[in-house]
């Protein structure tokens, strides 16, 4: 396991189009992407991205909002309706390693390894074998399509 950059943080949220209005006005965000599905894994999102030093390529808020009747994220909203922060995802040079890597240590690690909202694979682990924190494990993009 070799740990990567912070690619983004995770915020569900019960609407999209209310946060996207409470990042550009409140704080002020100025390149937020549309909006799609990723209906395999029955959620609507969308990025925020933070500015860098070198331009517009720093850790981004990933906006979730649930799609469907099976997604995902319904509990977390039963549990917090203004929504919030619900995963972090930190970049790899290789998926299968890390993946390997994970379960030689005993991490419960969530589901198949599939294609994320970047088009690279991911794979999530627990957050009970994380000090409480839903880790989403993503191979770092061969060239940064941004
Ligand atoms: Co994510």
């Given at each position: 396991?070799?740990?990567?950059?912070?690619?983004?943080?995770?915020?569900?949220?019960?609407?999209?189009?209310?946060?996207?209005?409470?990042?550009?006005?409140?704080?002020?965000?100025?390149?937020?992407t549309?909006?799609?599905?990723?209906?395999?894994?029955?959620?609507?999102?969308?990025?925020?991205?933070?500015?860098?030093?070198?331009?517009?390529?720093?850790?981004?808020?990933?906006?979730?909002?649930?799609?469907?009747?099976?997604?995902s994220?319904?509990?977390?909203?039963?549990k917090?309706?203004?929504?919030?922060?619900?995963?972090?995802?930190?970049?790899?040079?290789?998926?299968?390693?890390?993946?390997?890597?994970?379960?030689?240590?005993?991490?419960?690690?969530?589901?198949?390894?599939?294609?994320?909202?970047?088009?690279?694979?991911?794979?999530?682990?627990?957050?009970?074998?994380?000090?409480?924190?839903?880790?989403?494990?993503?191979?770092?993009?061969?060239?940064?399509?941004?």
């Amino acid at each position: 396991m070799k740990l990567g950059r912070l690619n983004h943080i995770g915020v569900a949220t019960p609407s999209i189009a209310d946060s996207i209005t409470h990042y550009r006005d409140t704080l002020g965000a100025t390149h937020i992407t549309e909006p799609f599905d990723l209906p395999e894994q029955g959620v609507k999102v969308c990025f925020v991205d933070t500015p860098t030093d070198s331009g517009m390529n720093g850790t981004q808020i990933e906006l979730i909002e649930p799609l469907g009747e099976q997604s995902s994220i319904r509990n977390f909203l039963e549990k917090n309706p203004l929504g919030g922060q619900h995963h972090v995802c930190f970049e790899v040079p290789d998926i299968a390693e890390a993946r390997a890597d994970f379960e030689a240590k005993g991490k419960r690690i969530l589901g198949p390894t599939r294609i994320g909202a970047h088009g690279t694979p991911v794979f999530f682990v627990h957050p009970k074998d994380m000090m409480g924190q839903l880790t989403e494990i993503m191979e770092t993009p061969k060239e940064d399509a941004h």
